[in-house]
């Protein structure tokens, strides 16, 4: 069984910083991209910062010159850092991966979530 698990989440004070970590663990033979994602109350899932096996990343432009995303692969961990933040970044903040796995003596390529960690910015 793959599965990601998230940490780093809490409360935080407007303007200060915090830094999410994402594992994943099981039988994985590579993974390729990996996210993160937030959802804040009445609203819908949306990208925050995802990271390619490479190195690229991409991110929303409302949190653009304030995050950065990062990843280890021999941890097969992925890492948020969030500066200078703001009461609209509280959210529940959810990690992404699409890792490829063994399966017997075949490769699935999956994608997967973590059960989220809440973030939240006091003003």
């Known amino acids: 069984q793959v599965q990601l698990v998230e940490s780093g989440g809490g409360l935080v004070q407007a303007g200060g910083s915090l830094r999410l970590s994402c594992a994943a663990s099981?039988?994985?033979?590579?993974?390729?991209?990996m996210g993160w994602y937030r959802q804040a109350p009445g609203k819908q899932r949306e990208l925050v910062a995802t990271i390619t096996s490479g190195g690229s990343t991409n991110y929303a432009d409302s949190v653009k010159g304030r995050a950065t995303i990062s990843r280890d692969h021999a941890k097969n961990t992925v890492y948020l850092q969030m500066n200078s933040l703001k009461p609209e970044d509280t959210a529940v903040y959810y990690c992404n991966a699409n890792p490829t796995v063994l399966g017997g003596t075949e490769l699935w390529h999956l994608e997967i979530w973590g059960q989220g960690t809440l973030v939240t910015v006091s003003s």
């Open positions: 099981g039988s994985i033979f590579s993974i390729n991209a």
